[in-house]
Every structure is written in C-alpha cells, then in structure tokens.
Nanobody, 121 residues
Framework: QEQLVESGGGLVQPGGSLRLSCKAP???????????MGWYRQAPGEQRELVAM???????DYADSVKGRFTISRDNSRKTTFLQMNDLKPEDTGVYYC????????????WGQGTQVTVSS
C-alpha cells in the first residue's frame, strides 16, 4: 500500500499551469508533520532530480530551473503537499514524484508512484 499518492499531472501547453498534490493517507498527522517533503522529476533518459522541497518548519528550496515559476507548499492538517507550476516549459516534461524524508534521523523515506506531466503544443 502506497504511503504517498500523487495526482494532478496531465498534458498542458507551454505557458500553462498545473497543480500537483501529494497525499499521505496512511501517515498519522504527527509523523507527516515531522517529515521534509519534496517533489522530484525524471525526464526520459535522465536521472531523477530535486525540483522543490518544503521542510517540516516551512522553509522552501527550489531548483534554479523552476525558481519564480513553481511554488511548493504543505497543509499539515490534510497531510498534503502541493506543487503549483506556472509558465510551464517543454523542458518541465517528466514524471513527478513526491518524497517524504524523516528528519533529523534520515533513515526513513517514502516515494509516491509518480504522475506524468507533459508540456507540449
């Protein structure tokens, strides 16, 4: 059974927007609150790369390629992480994965099944 469930991917034209969601239905709220949450993406033939991260305290970090276009956020009460993606470009195409990392003990982490984002005209 999946710990993380992503949704919101799809096909969009360049310049368009998508909002990805990642829910953690099987985590208890206190556990979710203690994890750093991130979004990664993997393009065909490429390695998986970090796109954005939101720490348990709310601090955020972004890959240079998405700064100013993407916004990561979390709603702890709903155990959900979001990735708002604006001004999408063809190079944003890939499978987007949600990731949960325990901190400060980093021994536990979970991945979602991935959601496809395709940016094409």
């Amino acid at each position: 059974q999946e710990q993380l469930v992503e949704s919101g991917g799809g096909l969009v034209q360049p310049g368009g927007s998508l909002r990805l969601s990642c829910k953690a239905p099987r985590m208890i709220t206190s556990v979710f609150n203690s994890y750093n949450m991130g979004w990664y993406r993997q393009a065909p033939g490429e390695q998986r790369e970090l796109v954005a991260m939101v720490a348990r305290g709310g601090q955020t970090d972004y890959a240079d390629s998405v700064k100013g276009r993407f916004t990561i956020s979390r709603d702890n009460s709903r155990k959900t992480t979001f990735l708002q993606m604006n001004d999408l470009k063809p190079e944003d195409t890939g499978v987007y994965y949600c990731h949960a990392q325990s901190v400060p003990d980093t021994s536990r982490d979970y991945w979602g099944q991935g959601t496809q984002v395709t940016v094409s005209s």
